[in-house]
């Protein structure tokens, strides 16, 4: 049978319709839009933590605002894999580069990380190889405006000075998270049983005899996680409560929609492959649009600008979609690379059909 040039143009549309299925497809698989929150209260083991996860203050806790000294309290048991690099704990902001403070676990280390006045680089502070996996830790971070102390189940393991330090820089529209970050990333896995936050530097002796709450050694915040149900814990300390919400479903604080390419500069090193594979994804696209619009007998520059608009287009509709799966970020940089892959699938089909030569038909 002799393909007719109405039968090719059909086949090629074919072909690119199945292209464009099979982007949005690997793109948005395994499309769990709807996923359940692993963030739950344990009656025995306190708010477990895995990915994804998601809890968070229903109010800015302003509280924590302008304070001169304090004691972060966690008691929790780890089972973060330390492979996976640095996990959320407890983070009074949106994300690693927009926060207060925040305490994570970076492979089998505890840090924290503070904003103050007069420091343009974030303060980092913390303690390698402290974790075991599977085993309950208290740990208490002391800033007494002289230093920075670390205890590791009453016993001080870490020490930095820095002379006093102030936090009037602190954005006070920002939410406390657990076990991620507000868009639901850097999740961390464990078991938190309760967490204390005090506008004072707690003395040694009384971190030893793990403080409880009086009328005189009130802490600001206080979660306790024990004999606890539902999806709401209240918070027992002081001034204007700063309740956490535990979604039953997957839905974070705020939606990372195009997350800035400066927002994840350091990322890159780590993404490499992946932003390998968005650019090589693409240039399928562009060739096949440049084969169809050639057998239209559109011209190079209209067939690459179809290919950038098309490939933008496309990329743009799965990197929205993409900010509401739990297993994917829709990320600028994604935009960018499928766009440039789908024009340098044009111009890669450009640049093979002006340089083989072309076939003389033989009478």
Request: hydrophobic residues 40%; contains cysteine; positive net charge.
């Amino acid at each position: 049978m002799k393909l007719t040039n109405h039968n090719i143009g059909h086949a090629l549309l074919i072909l690119l319709f199945c292209y464009i299925c099979s982007l949005f497809v690997v793109g948005l698989w395994p499309m769990n839009f709807r996923q359940h929150n692993t963030a739950a209260l344990d009656h025995h083991n306190g708010l477990t933590v895995s990915s994804p996860a998601t809890a968070y203050s229903q109010q800015p806790p302003q509280k924590l605002l302008n304070v001169k000294e304090f004691t972060i309290l966690i008691d929790m048991t780890s089972v973060f894999p330390a492979s996976k690099g640095f996990g959320t704990i407890v983070l009074y902001g949106l994300d690693y580069h927009h926060m207060n403070f925040l305490v994570g676990q970076w492979r089998s280390g505890i840090e924290l990380r503070i904003e103050s006045d007069g420091h343009a680089r974030t303060i980092s502070f913390g303690k390698k190889n402290v974790f075991i996996k599977g085993k309950q830790s208290l740990f208490a971070i002391v800033y007494d405006q002289n230093k920075f102390v670390l205890y590791h189940n009453g016993n001080k393991i870490a020490t930095r000075r820095t002379g006093p330090l102030t936090f009037s820089r602190w954005n006070r529209s920002y939410p406390l998270v657990i076990g991620s970050d507000a868009k639901g990333h850097s999740t961390w896995k464990g078991m938190i049983h309760s967490i204390s936050i005090f506008d004072r530097a707690l003395p040694e002796r009384e971190i030893k005899n793990k403080p409880v709450r009086t009328q005189e050694s009130s802490p600001l915040v206080c979660y306790s996680f024990a004999n606890k149900n539902g999806t709401t814990v209240e918070d027992c300390g002081t001034g204007t409560p700063a309740t956490l919400i535990i979604p039953e479903h997957f839905v974070p604080y705020v939606r990372a929609i195009l997350e800035l390419p400066v927002n994840e500069w350091s990322k890159y090193p780590h993404n490499f492959l992946d932003i390998t594979i968005n650019l090589l994804g693409f240039i399928p696209l562009g060739i096949f649009l440049s084969m169809y619009l050639i057998h239209k007998n559109v011209t190079f520059k209209k067939y690459l600008l179809v290919s950038i608009v098309v490939g933008f287009a496309i990329s743009f509709a799965i990197e929205i979609s993409q900010a509401f799966l739990p297993s994917r970020s829709s990320s600028m940089v994604d935009l960018l690379n499928n766009t440039l892959g789908s024009a340098t699938g044009a111009c890669l089909y450009y640049f093979r059909s002006t340089l083989l030569p072309k076939r003389e038909n033989v009478s």
